[in-house]
């Protein structure tokens, strides 16, 4: 899954594809270099970023997300809120990655119609709370994890939750601790076989990956390589699923993997 941020504060390439024609040709990018899915998301996710109206998550994603499906690719819309999916579901993604859970928006389990929808972890009911509440420092194992998941699966229509996917939600208050994260990393095959679903796991240039990895804020090169050692230990794992920036990078070093 390659990562189409339309947004100007991702903590790694905010503002580089705000522009529509910028992100659409990162994602055909991207989609030649091997992604099976390109994930578009119009509102960042991490600590310092600021909440965006539905209507410019909108603007900023959906003309993407319609040019990429036309293209022919598979295109998944990476938000939390039920408008903008079931938009970006009309336009052809098929799709829905919820960082969330549903937790955000208590309409998106009617908004998945048909689309595969990726059930995320984390604990809260706004990006605030969830990145307020990583000062408590309590670890989250992958049991807990899953049974927490379970919730979100059973809140779901019968027919998404047969389809559903699930994502253990790295970095979503886990903060940046590598113990913590690795270790829900290193079980997402465990938690699938637990849910009975396919896991998606996104370690890719995440704060935990930084300080596991030892890399300097300013190395996107280092942390790329980092990203995905992170990415084959998740697959080793028995992730099904891993989701990435630097896609050619993951892609060659499954070519080696593989063989």
């Not at 941020?5 to 989609?31: I, M």
């Not at 886990?174 to 637990?194: F, I, Q, Y």
């Not at 998740?234 to 593989?258: D, E, F, K, Q, S």
Request: hydrophobic content about 50%; proline content about 4%.
């Amino acid at each position: 899954m390659g990562v189409v941020n339309v947004t100007p504060d991702s903590f790694s390439d905010g503002g580089r594809y705000l522009e529509v024609a910028q992100a659409v040709a990162h994602g055909l990018a991207l989609w030649r270099e091997g992604a099976d899915i390109l994930d578009v998301g119009g509102e960042a996710t991490n600590p310092r970023a600021r909440p965006v109206s539905v209507d410019e998550e909108l603007r900023r994603a959906l003309p993407v997300v319609t040019q990429l499906v036309a293209a022919g690719a598979t295109v998944s819309i990476d938000t939390t809120k039920a408008a903008v999916a079931r938009a970006a579901i009309a336009a052809g993604a098929a799709i829905i990655n919820d960082v969330s859970g549903g937790l955000f928006d208590p309409e998106m389990p009617d908004a998945i119609g048909d689309a595969t929808y990726i059930a995320g972890h984390l604990r809260g009911r706004s990006l605030a709370e969830v990145f307020a509440a990583e000062a408590a420092d309590v670890p989250l194992d992958w049991q807990t994890v899953a049974d927490e998941l379970a919730e979100r699966l059973a809140a779901l229509p019968a027919g998404a939750r047969a389809r559903a996917w699930v994502d253990p939600g790295l970095g979503f208050g886990k903060g940046a601790d590598p113990a913590t994260n690795l270790a829900l990393l290193l079980h997402s095959g465990e938690l699938g076989n637990r849910l009975g679903r396919p896991v998606v796991v996104g370690a890719s240039r995440k704060r935990f990956v930084r300080r596991a990895f030892g890399v300097q804020d300013d190395d996107l090169a280092s942390l790329d390589a980092a990203s995905v050692a992170a990415s084959l230990d998740a697959i080793r794992a028995g992730a099904n699923v891993v989701r990435v920036h630097n896609v050619a990078l993951l892609r060659a070093a499954l070519a080696l993997y593989t063989q």
